[in-house]
């Protein structure tokens, strides 16, 4: 991420980021985006990430059950001194409460309402998280598979799940296999996650950074507030959270994902569209691009707190 002059972030000298290893658990359950299973050769330590970095970089999307949780997050932790920016994205039942006045018209407190709405009665399926920083981009994105939602007991829409089970998604494996809940609040704290001193982003981030921030606050309500709201963020996540969408527009870019990656030349470097894991790692080539071209004589944190609808 850009350092205080607005130009690429430059950390102090230090040893090249460990290798990691490949998955023990994935022969056990299916994958939903098969990985590359080559060793990873550290990029040199003094690597400054550039746009053009990301797209030589090979990816892989690993996803995490209950049974690979504690390695991988052993591995997230040995990592993140080196990528301290993080990439989230959240994949959950579609939207089940809707609103009478149009998106475009919506204030970010009616706009917030109704986020709230559809968190509090709603669960979290994935969480995708891809890491970034000077020593380039990690070359693996995690998927985390959360266990609790069941469609023939529990409040979606049925036009996502059948978008979801369209791209892999198996919920009946995810209800046998996946994450508890609270075992991932606890592992996002113990593997540093939840120090306060990352950098963190989303593409439209207003149901990802909500979703997330209801399964660590113990799948409680979210605050009736917007003002409650952002001081959870600041809370949970630290000052710097970024949206990535937020930063488009203000390069003159609109669109979803997909279109943005499109206008600055990003490629999905694994998996498919729709994915947490997938869509986190795109997320991250999509900022960095932006950062890289958009941000070197401006302090891109100056945006900061500004999610998308909500601000």
């Excluded at 009665?121 to 998280?129: N, R, T």
């Excluded at 198996?170 to 994450?179: A, E, M, N, Y």
């Excluded at 527009?249 to 030349?265: D, T, Y």
């Excluded at 958009?294 to 998308?308: D, P």
Aim: hydrophobic residues 40%.
């Amino acid at each position: 991420m850009p350092s205080r002059d607005g130009g690429p972030a430059v950390i102090h000298p230090q040893p090249p980021p460990p290798p990691l290893p490949s998955s023990s658990f994935m022969h056990i359950v299916p994958q939903y985006h098969p990985a590359m299973m080559v060793p990873y050769a550290p990029p040199p330590a003094q690597l400054v990430y550039s746009a053009s970095s990301a797209a030589a970089t090979k990816a892989e999307v690993r996803d995490v059950w209950s049974g690979n949780l504690e390695e991988e997050l052993a591995n997230i932790a040995a990592l993140l001194p080196y990528y301290p920016c993080v990439c989230v994205d959240t994949e959950f039942p579609g939207a089940v409460h809707d609103s009478g006045t149009p998106r475009y018209l919506r204030g970010p407190r009616e706009s917030y309402a109704l986020v709230k709405r559809n968190v509090d009665d709603l669960k979290l399926l994935q969480v995708g998280f891809a890491l970034s920083g000077a020593a380039g981009r990690c070359p693996v994105a995690w998927q985390f598979n959360v266990r609790g939602f069941d469609p023939a007991r529990d409040p979606h829409a049925p036009a996502s799940i059948d978008m979801l089970r369209a791209q892999g998604m198996d919920f009946g494996t995810l209800r046998q296999f996946g994450v508890r809940p609270d075992d991932f609040a606890v592992g996002f704290y113990r593997c540093g996650l939840g120090c306060g001193q990352l950098t963190w982003a989303a593409f439209a981030g207003a149901y990802d950074f909500a979703y997330l921030a209801k399964v660590l606050t113990g799948g409680r309500p979210l605050p009736d507030t917007l003002d409650g709201f952002h001081a959870l963020l600041q809370g949970l996540f630290g000052p710097k959270v970024l949206d990535a969408k937020h930063l488009a527009r203000c390069c003159g870019i609109r669109g979803g994902l997909e279109q943005v990656a499109a206008a600055l030349g990003v490629k999905r470097a694994a998996g498919r569209a729709h994915c947490a894991g997938s869509d986190s790692l795109l997320t991250t080539d999509v900022l960095l691009a932006m950062v890289d071209r958009f941000f070197r004589n401006c302090n891109v944190l100056s945006h900061a707190g500004t999610i998308v609808d909500l601000a």
